[in-house]
C-alpha cells in the first residue's frame, strides 16, 4: 500500500513540473508569437515616451497654479513682485530666477483664500493694516505655458489704501512680460473686483466705481458737460464710495450694476443726515439711484447708462433741458 502511495506522488508531480525540454517547448512556442524587438525598436520607442512626456505637461499643476507662474516645481514668491518692481510704477517684467533665492522662498506664507489661484505674502509690519502682496491667475484652465495669460496684482503699504490691477502677461524662458495693463486703482477708484476668461477666451473683468464714475461712464462722447462738475465737492470720488461695478470685455465697456448693498447704506445716508436747509447735488444724485433700486433696476446696459446720466445731469447738475 505504501509502494502504490509513493507511485502516486512521483506521478502527479511529474505532471505538474514538465521537464526541461517541454520547457524549452514552451519557450520557443511564446517566442514564436511575440518576437524580442530589436534595439533599435527599443531605442526608438524610449525616445518617443520622453517626448510624449515633455508636451504632455499639464499646464495647470495639482495645487492649481498654472505652469507659467511656477520656478522648479513651486509657485513663485510674491513678495518677489515688490523687490524688483515698485508698485508705484509701471510694472515691466519679473526675472523668475531671481524669485527663486533663499531670500524670496516663503512658501509657509502662500494661500488660496479668498481668492483661488492665488499667492500672498503679509509684511509683518505694523501699520492701519497688515501690509501684504498678492498675485491672482484669471487666465483658462488648459492654457499652454507660452500663451498669454491675465494676472491680477493686490498690494498694501499698511496704510487705508488697497492697490489692485490687472495685467496680460507672458513667460519667455524665465522671465514674464508684461503686454498689457488693463485697468486698477485704489478700491473705489476702479479697483479690480473680478476678472476671467470666457469661452470665446475674451477676458472679461469688473471694476469699483464711485458716483463720479457712474456719470463719466455714461457720458456722451465728445460731450465736455463734466467739466463743470467737481468730484469730490459736487458728486462723490472717493475710494471709500463705491457705487457699483463696471463691466468690461477686453477693452469695451459692457455695463454697469449697482451695489448689492446700496440700497441699505443710502437708507443710512439718509436718515443719519436728518433735514437740511439746502439739497446737495449728491443727495439728488443718491435719491434717483435709490429710486432705481426700489424699481429692481440694478443692472444697466451702456445705453441705459446714458440715460440715467442725462436724468442726473438735468435733475441733480443744472443741465439745461435740451442739451
Known amino acids: 500500500m505504501r509502494l502504490i502511495l509513493i507511485l502516486f506522488c512521483v506521478l502527479t508531480l511529474s505532471a505538474c513540473f514538465p521537464d526541461n525540454d517541454e520547457k524549452q517547448e514552451n519557450t520557443e512556442a511564446v517566442e514564436d508569437v511575440m518576437p524580442a524587438p530589436a534595439p533599435e525598436q527599443i531605442s526608438e520607442d524610449i525616445e518617443a515616451e520622453e517626448k510624449s512626456s515633455q508636451t504632455e505637461t499639464p499646464a495647470i499643476k495639482e495645487d492649481g497654479f498654472p505652469a507659467a507662474l511656477m520656478i522648479n516645481g513651486k509657485p513663485f514668491d510674491p513678495i518677489c513682485l515688490d523687490a524688483q518692481n515698485s508698485m508705484e510704477e509701471e510694472l515691466k517684467t519679473i526675472d523668475l530666477t531671481a524669485c527663486d533665492t533663499e531670500a524670496y522662498k516663503n512658501i509657509e506664507h502662500f494661500q488660496t483664500k479668498p481668492y483661488e489661484r492665488a499667492a500672498s505674502y503679509e509684511y509683518d509690519d505694523i501699520g492701519l493694516s497688515k501690509p501684504f502682496i498678492s498675485y491672482q491667475y484669471v487666465g483658462a484652465v488648459d492654457a499652454p505655458v507660452d ?177
Not at 173 to 198: H, M, S
Not at 241 to 251: F, Q, V
Open 147 to 323: 500663451a498669454p495669460f491675465p494676472l491680477i496684482i493686490r498690494w498694501s503699504g499698511g496704510g487705508t489704501g488697497q492697490f489692485s490691477a490687472l495685467y496680460k502677461m507672458k513667460r519667455s524662458g524665465n522671465t514674464l512680460e508684461v503686454l498689457k495693463g488693463y485697468a486698477g486703482g485704489d478700491r473705489c477708484n476702479n479697483g479690480i473686483d473680478n476678472a476671467f476668461v470666457d469661452g470665446e477666451g475674451q477676458l472679461n473683468y469688473e471694476v469699483n466705481i464711485t458716483p463720479y464714475d457712474i456719470l463719466k461712464l455714461g457720458a456722451k462722447k465728445d460731450d465736455n458737460f463734466l467739466q463743470s462738475v467737481k468730484p469730490y465737492d459736487d458728486i462723490d470720488d472717493c475710494a471709500g464710495c463705491c457705487y457699483g461695478l463696471a463691466r468690461y470685455s477686453e477693452d469695451e465697456f459692457a455695463g454697469m450694476t449697482l451695489g448689492d448693498n446700496l440700497e441699505r447704506f443710502l437708507i443710512q445716508e439718509d436718515t443719519s443726515e436728518g433735514e437740511t436747509l439746502e439739497k446737495s447735488k449728491q443727495d439728488c444724485f443718491d435719491e434717483i439711484i435709490s429710486l432705481q433700486l426700489q424699481a429692481n433696476q440694478s443692472h444697466f446696459a451702456p445705453e441705459e447708462l446714458k440715460t440715467l446720466t442725462r436724468e442726473i445731469e438735468h435733475t441733480c447738475l443744472g443741465r439745461i433741458e435740451g442739451e
